[in-house]
């Protein structure tokens, strides 16, 4: 049996686009589900079952599942904080990005934002329950917002 994310997940747009090719484009004998929880139950108690959804929905029930590796080319890599970080489970990891627009930056509030999303990103990760920048990546993006600054 299927099990992944439901229409309204951004999870599912991107798999959709990035994997099959077309967003939204799916096939129909799957089980969806909004809750990546049920997702796992769906999986861990279905014997083969096989599914997809947020890497830390795995690291919550690693005594439940298995990991799956893909090949980009470059052999088998299996997902983990540092993969996922240095882009090498690709195709099937992403980003996540803020683009405010120059005119924003200069409001104060918007500043103050970006710069306590920068200085806290690795608390925010941690309770968003996504993979966390590394401080290179942190330092980058403090240097992009200053020069964006003007």
Do not use: H, W
């Amino acid at each position: 049996s299927l099990y992944g994310p439901g229409t309204d997940s951004g999870t599912f747009d991107f798999f959709t686009e990035t994997i099959n090719g077309e967003k939204g484009d799916t096939r129909k004998d799957y089980q969806p589900s909004e809750d990546d929880n049920v997702l796992v139950q769906g999986v861990s108690g279905d014997k083969g079952g096989l599914g997809y959804f947020g890497f830390s929905y795995y690291e919550q029930n690693m005594d439940k599942l298995n990991l799956v590796g893909v090949d980009a080319g470059k052999g088998c890599v299996k997902p983990s904080k540092e993969t996922i970080q240095d882009g090498s489970y690709a195709p099937l990891s992403r980003p996540l990005f803020m683009y405010p627009a120059a005119k924003a930056i200069a409001r104060p509030e918007v500043k103050a934002f970006l710069d306590y999303v920068l200085e806290n990103n690795q608390t925010i990760a941690d309770n968003a329950k996504i993979v966390p920048m590394t401080d290179q990546q942190a330092a980058k993006a403090k240097t992009d917002l200053t020069k964006a600054e003007g």
